[in-house]
């Protein structure tokens, strides 16, 4: 019996089951799909609404039809210049087309090394093709205006390896930095655990030694004058949202003051903790709001402890739900900014948070909670009943903030600080492009470049026509079957064009610093069969790196080398201070006293302690 399923299963890669399965699935996928377009279609027009889709799909319709409108516009513009062309999506392409087609001059601007947001629906084959079939008329940068020429030198070392008969050489425009162009923290072996963590406490040092050096001085781009480097000039990128929030941790952790525009506001332990205090003052009965108080770190009870107390008697006893109790009263009479004021004090949160790592952010976003709460009460009464909240009390309050923070952009943790000039920005590869700083740590590079099925996307027939691109273009689907061998050759093509992606990736990263670049070496991948974003970089552009040099080929470049830990340090290098003082780390209270140097300018003096000179 084995021998028959084992001989069965040897053919399932020709079964025609499998593909007939597939193909239903994907007209099950596309109908749906089409359905549920055709009754957004249906609410957007009876509400008079149009999306960012629309703008362009009715814009192309309105020139294809309407003859009189696309002369009106030949007649107005002039020229017609298009900047990021390489972010173009098919109905933005058609749409310019059909203008250039008519008589408008155009000229396009673009990048394709930097085509990176094809999450968003661009897709920088049609800018290839256009560049392709118009040769004669395209005409490549060659210049440089960021990097110091040390530092373009090596990215121009890279260049022919990332993009192969492709690259042009950049001469780099700016003048010489103070700073050494290259450093590299290296990591040899492989961290058993809490990788990411462990590579950001190493990275976390060097970037600690470089701001504690009175010698790492940059040009001002302001005054164009020499200054001491601080924390707003270094920039921490990596490919992951993930990953950020563990460099952010670990950095705040050594004494870095960091900036991250991270989503989870509303998933933030500060303002969960005021919901559920909310939603306790809204509901004394509310078992979860209640439970979930009692054990935070402002309660008094171990989950097991309040659990028994719920079962045994119905209620917990909590001195933080008492002071809650007490605010009950009077409840109806205020107003739901007010409710969240009270709330706040009498759980004492800003006290709290202050003396966490990430106080000020934790502030930042109990500051966010009062003004959602203000802008409620200043919010039209109609228009709230119109979308199904009724009321104006704390739990009408919560359901409006549930469905505000769905909105796009409607989770994002607000800036500590308007403007932080000694904190370390940290963001992603994508959000890095098009922004710049004085020194860039391009982190995470052991990240696996992995093609995955189901992948749906869109493909084109032909690019010969590119007035009937539209006509040319089709959706494929590559399914994911039981067959490993089947599913190897559908990847085969995928994963070529992940890597692809991945090169243009790395080229934005690395190519976002002025004066010094800071990589993160996993030299403990070497050898290793899996597509990496380092072994992309290492194998292709046939980089080494020795104890003060990094080849890349047969060039070589100076650079400092930083040797990693395979485990996190014991002092996570925070100054704890002296004796049992626990001081905030934001506020008048955060000064720690001490004796004031003779050397220091008073801010004042007074008559009885001027000394006059004999």
Same mark, same amino acid.
């Given at each position: 019996?084995?021998?028959?399923?084992?001989?069965?299963?040897?053919?399932?890669?020709?079964?025609?089951?499998?593909?007939?399965?597939?193909?239903?699935?994907?007209?099950?996928?596309?109908?749906?799909?089409?359905?549920?377009?055709?009754?957004?279609?249906?609410?957007?027009?009876?509400?008079?609404?149009?999306?960012?889709?629309?703008?362009?799909?009715?814009?192309?319709?309105?020139?294809?039809?309407?003859?009189?409108?696309?002369?009106?516009?030949?007649?107005?513009?002039?020229?017609?210049?298009?900047?990021?062309?390489?972010?173009?999506?098919?109905?933005?392409?058609?749409?310019?087309?059909?203008?250039?087609?008519?008589?408008?001059?155009?000229?396009?601007?673009?990048?394709?090394?930097?085509?990176?947001?094809?999450?968003?629906?661009?897709?920088?084959?049609?800018?290839?093709?256009?560049?392709?079939?118009?040769?004669?008329?395209?005409?490549?940068?060659?210049?440089?205006?960021?990097?110091?020429?040390?530092?373009?030198?090596? /990215?121009?070392?890279?260049?022919?390896?990332?993009?192969?008969?492709?690259?042009?050489?950049?001469?780099?425009?700016?003048? #010489?930095?103070?700073?050494?162009?290259?450093?590299?923290?290296?990591?040899?072996?492989?961290?058993?655990?809490?990788?990411?963590?462990?590579?950001?406490?190493?990275?976390?040092?060097?970037?600690?030694?470089?701001?504690?050096?009175?010698?790492?001085?940059?040009?001002?781009?302001?005054?164009?004058?020499?200054?001491?480097?601080?924390?707003?000039?270094?920039?921490?990128?990596?490919?992951?949202?993930?990953?950020?929030?563990? *460099?952010?941790?670990?950095?705040?952790?050594?004494?870095?003051?960091?900036?991250?525009?991270?989503?989870?506001?509303?998933?933030?332990?500060?303002?969960?903790?005021?919901?559920?205090?909310?939603?306790?003052?809204?509901?004394?009965?509310?078992?979860?709001?209640?439970?979930?108080?009692?054990?935070? #770190?402002?309660?008094?009870?171990?989950?097991?402890?309040?659990?028994?107390?719920?079962?045994?008697?119905?209620?917990?006893?909590?001195?933080?739900?008492?002071?809650?109790? #007490?605010?009950?009263?009077?409840?109806?009479?205020?107003?739901?900014?007010?409710?969240?004021?009270?709330?706040?004090?009498?759980?004492?949160?800003?006290?709290?948070?202050?003396?966490?790592?990430?106080?000020?952010?934790?502030?930042?976003?109990?500051?966010?909670?009062?003004?959602?709460?203000?802008?409620?009460?200043?919010?039209?009464?109609?228009?709230?009943?119109?979308?199904? *909240?009724?009321?104006?009390?704390?739990?009408?309050?919560?359901?409006?903030?549930?469905?505000?923070?769905?909105?796009?952009?409607?989770?994002?943790?607000?800036?500590?600080?308007?403007?932080?000039?000694?904190?370390?920005?940290?963001?992603?590869?994508?959000?890095?492009?098009?922004?710049?700083?004085?020194?860039?740590? /391009?982190?995470?590079?052991?990240?696996?470049?992995?093609?995955?099925?189901?992948?749906?996307?869109?493909?084109?027939?032909?690019?010969?026509?590119?007035?009937?691109?539209?006509?040319?273009?089709?959706?494929?689907?590559?399914?994911?079957?039981?067959?490993?061998?089947?599913?190897?050759?559908?990847?085969?093509?995928?994963?070529?064009?992940?890597?692809?992606?991945?090169?243009?990736?790395?080229?934005?990263?690395?190519?976002?610093?002025?004066?010094?670049?800071?990589?993160?070496? !996993?030299? *403990?991948?070497?050898?290793?069969?899996?597509?990496?974003?380092?072994?992309?970089?290492?194998?292709?552009?046939?980089?080494?790196?020795?104890?003060?040099?990094?080849?890349?080929?047969?060039?070589?470049? !100076?650079?400092?080398?930083?040797?990693?830990?395979? #485990?996190? !340090?014991?002092?996570?290098?925070?100054?704890?201070?002296?004796?049992?003082?626990?001081?905030?780390?934001?506020?008048?209270?955060?000064?720690?006293?001490?004796?004031?140097?003779?050397?220091?300018?008073?801010?004042?003096?007074?008559?009885?302690?001027?000394?006059?000179?004999?």
């Amino acid at each position: 019996l084995s021998s028959v399923v084992i001989e069965a299963a040897n053919e399932l890669p020709h079964h025609p089951g499998p593909l007939a399965h597939a193909h239903e699935h994907l007209r099950a996928l596309l109908s749906a799909g089409q359905e549920v377009l055709v009754h957004y279609a249906e609410a957007k027009h009876e509400a008079g609404l149009v999306d960012y889709s629309d703008m362009i799909a009715m814009a192309g319709q309105l020139l294809r039809t309407r003859p009189d409108v696309l002369q009106a516009l030949v007649k107005r513009v002039d020229c017609l210049v298009v900047d990021e062309f390489q972010d173009t999506n098919p109905l933005q392409f058609a749409l310019l087309w059909q203008l250039k087609e008519a008589g408008v001059p155009t000229i396009v601007v673009g990048d394709l090394k930097q085509a990176i947001m094809g999450f968003q629906g661009a897709d920088p084959r049609l800018f290839d093709a256009l560049i392709r079939q118009h040769a004669d008329a395209s005409e490549p940068l060659t210049r440089n205006w960021r990097s110091q020429p040390r530092l373009m030198d090596f /990215v121009n070392a890279l260049g022919p390896g990332l993009f192969p008969d492709e690259y042009v050489a950049l001469d780099p425009q700016s003048k #010489e930095s103070p700073l050494s162009p290259l450093d590299v923290v290296s990591f040899s072996q492989k961290a058993k655990r809490d990788q990411h963590a462990i590579r950001a406490a190493a990275v976390g040092e060097h970037l600690k030694a470089l701001l504690d050096d009175n010698g790492q001085q940059i040009v001002d781009r302001r005054t164009e004058k020499l200054r001491r480097l601080r924390g707003g000039d270094i920039a921490v990128l990596c490919p992951t949202h993930h990953m950020l929030a563990t *460099y952010a941790d670990v950095l705040r952790a050594q004494g870095v003051r960091v900036r991250l525009q991270a989503d989870g506001w509303f998933s933030s332990r500060p303002v969960q903790i005021a919901r559920h205090a909310l939603a306790y003052l809204a509901n004394p009965a509310d078992r979860l709001g209640a439970l979930y108080l009692a054990v935070t #770190e402002l309660g008094s009870c171990s989950l097991r402890d309040a659990l028994a107390q719920m079962m045994d008697h119905g209620r917990i006893n909590e001195p933080l739900l008492d002071r809650l109790d #007490e605010l009950a009263g009077g409840t109806v009479e205020r107003t739901v900014y007010a409710l969240v004021a009270d709330v706040i004090h009498a759980l004492g949160l800003f006290d709290v948070v202050a003396l966490w790592p990430d106080g000020e952010q934790a502030r930042a976003n109990l500051l966010r909670l009062l003004a959602e709460a203000g802008e409620f009460m200043d919010a039209n009464r109609e228009a709230l009943a119109s979308g199904g *909240y009724h009321g104006a009390g704390i739990q009408t309050f919560l359901s409006w903030l549930a469905a505000r923070v769905e909105e796009k952009d409607g989770d994002k943790q607000p800036d500590p600080r308007v403007l932080d000039e000694n904190a370390i920005v940290l963001t992603t590869w994508h959000g890095s492009k098009g922004r710049e700083w004085p020194i860039v740590a /391009v982190c995470g590079l052991d990240r696996e470049v992995k093609a995955r099925l189901p992948n749906v996307e869109l493909g084109y027939s032909s690019f010969d026509e590119l007035s009937q691109l539209l006509e040319h273009t089709r959706i494929e689907y590559a399914p994911l079957f039981a067959a490993k061998e089947t599913n190897e050759r559908f990847l085969a093509a995928l994963q070529d064009a992940s890597e692809i992606e991945a090169r243009r990736l790395l080229y934005v990263a690395l190519t976002r610093a002025r004066d010094k670049l800071v990589l993160e070496w !996993p030299e *403990y991948l070497s050898g290793k069969d899996n597509a990496t974003y380092w072994s992309i970089l290492a194998g292709n552009c046939n980089l080494s790196l020795d104890k003060d040099v990094i080849r890349a080929g047969e060039q070589e470049f !100076p650079c400092v080398v930083v040797e990693g830990d395979a #485990e996190l !340090p014991d002092d996570p290098g925070v100054d704890a201070g002296s004796g049992d003082l626990q001081l905030p780390l934001m506020g008048r209270r955060a000064i720690r006293p001490g004796t004031v140097s003779e050397l220091l300018t008073p801010d004042s003096r007074t008559p009885s302690k001027l000394e006059i000179a004999k």
